[in-house]
C-alpha cells in the first residue's frame, strides 16, 4: 500500500472515530442556551472542532442574514471598515465569489491573494504570513492543498483563519448544505445523508458534524475503505459503510456526491431512496457522477446549495469578527 493511501486511510479512520463519539454525545434540539453562543475570535479549520449548538448558531445567523438581505432587502454593514485577506493555493467559482461578494455586502473590503501575490511557506514562511497578515486585516480565510498550511496559518496568527478547502476539510460547502436541508425539509434531525464517492475533505467534514446535528450517515466508498468498517461495529454506532451505492443510498433522505468515475447517480438509484429523496453535490460537476435527469430535476437542490455558499460564509465571517445575535425566530433544528 502506498504511503499516500496510508495516510488517507488514517484520516478515515480518524473521521470514524470522531463521528462515532459524536453520535454518542447526541445533541439537543432547539437548545435554550442557542443565543448566548459566542463565537466571536474563533478560528474554522474544521468543524471537528464546533460543538452542536455552535454549528447550529452559525446555522441560524447564516438564515437571518439571507432573510433579511435577500427577503427583506435591508442593509446591513456588519462589517463596515474591516478586511479579509482572501488567500487561494486553488482557484474556485463558489468560493471566491461567495466570500468577496459576501464580505463586500456586509460593508467589509475583500482582498483577493493568489499564488501569484503570495506565496505560503516559499519566498516567505507560513509563519511570518500569519503574523503579517494579522496587522494588516482582521480576518483571513485561506483555501490551500494542505491542512497543515491553515494549522501553521492559525498557530501564528491573532485573528481568526476560515479553512476555505484544504485537503482534509471543506466546512464551509457542508455548513451550505446543512443550510439547503434545513430549508427543504424544515429540520436536519433524523435526516439520512447518503455519501456516494470516494472519501474526501467533503465527506470528512460531514462526518465531523453529521451526528452532532442528528443526521444518519450511509457511506459508499471504494473496497480500499472497508476496514473502516470494523471500527464502526466495535463502537456500535448508527453508520454504514459499504462499496454498494444502492444499499447506502436505500431508504436516504439525501443523496450526495463528488468526484467519481466508478458509479454514476440516476432516478434508479433514487428509487431505493426515501420518496422525498434530493440530490446535493458541491459542484464543479461531471457527467460520470451524476445524469442529467437527476442533475436538472426539482429533486436537486445544487443551485440552492450553491447560492447558500454566499449566505452561510457571510454568516460564519460576521459570527467570528462580531457579537450579532440573529433577529429572525431559531430555525428548527
Known amino acids: ?28 434540539t432547539g437548545s435554550p442556551s442557542l ?8 478560528s474554522c479549520l474544521t468543524l471537528k472542532d464546533f460543538s452542536s449548538d455552535e454549528i447550529k448558531k452559525l446555522l441560524w445567523v447564516s438564515g437571518d442574514l439571507k432573510h433579511r438581505i435577500k427577503h427583506e432587502k435591508q442593509y446591513l454593514p456588519l462589517l463596515q471598515g474591516k478586511s479579509i485577506a482572501m488567500v487561494f493555493e486553488k482557484r474556485s467559482t463558489r468560493t471566491r465569489m461567495s466570500t468577496e461578494t459576501g464580505f463586500a455586502l456586509l ?43 491553515l494549522e501553521e496559518l492559525d498557530k501564528e496568527a491573532s485573528i481568526p483563519i476560515i479553512n476555505g478547502l484544504s485537503d482534509l476539510y471543506h466546512p464551509i460547502q457542508i455548513l451550505a448544505d446543512y443550510l439547503t436541508l434545513q430549508e427543504h425539509y424544515g429540520s436536519l434531525s433524523g435526516l439520512t445523508v447518503s455519501w456516494i464517492g470516494d472519501g474526501n475533505n467533503v465527506l470528512h467534514s460531514f462526518m465531523m458534524s453529521a451526528a452532532k446535528l442528528g443526521i444518519h450517515l450511509k457511506i459508499a466508498t471504494p473496497k480500499r475503505y472497508q476496514e473502516a468498517q470494523r471500527l464502526s461495529k466495535e463502537h456500535g454506532t448508527q453508520l454504514l459503510l459499504t462499496a454498494d451505492p444502492m444499499e447506502a443510498a436505500h431508504g436516504s433522505n439525501v443523496l450526495v456526491t463528488d468526484t467519481w468515475v466508478s458509479y454514476q447517480i440516476t432516478m434508479q438509484t433514487g428509487s431505493v431512496a426515501k420518496p422525498d429523496w434530493t440530490f446535493l453535490h458541491c459542484l464543479p460537476r461531471k457527467m460520470e457522477e451524476v445524469d442529467d435527469e437527476v442533475f436538472y430535476s426539482p429533486r436537486s437542490l445544487v443551485f440552492p446549495e450553491a447560492e447558500n455558499r454566499k449566505w452561510t460564509i457571510m454568516g460564519l465571517m460576521v459570527s467570528l469578527l462580531t457579537d450579532y445575535s440573529p433577529q429572525i425566530p431559531m430555525l428548527k433544528f
Open 35 to 42: 443565543g448566548s453562543v459566542n463565537l466571536k475570535g474563533r
Open 1 to 28: 500500500m502506498s504511503t499516500k493511501m496510508l495516510s488517507v486511510n488514517k484520516t478515515l479512520f480518524k473521521c470514524f472515530r470522531s463521528f462515532q463519539n459524536s453520535s454518542l454525545r447526541g445533541f439537543s
Open 107 to 149: 460593508g467589509g473590503h475583500p482582498c483577493f491573494l493568489t499564488s501569484q501575490d503570495i506565496h505560503l511557506g516559499v519566498n516567505e514562511s507560513s509563519t511570518d504570513t500569519a503574523r503579517v497578515l494579522s496587522g494588516l486585516c482582521d480576518i483571513v480565510l485561506a483555501r490551500v492543498y494542505g491542512h497543515s498550511t
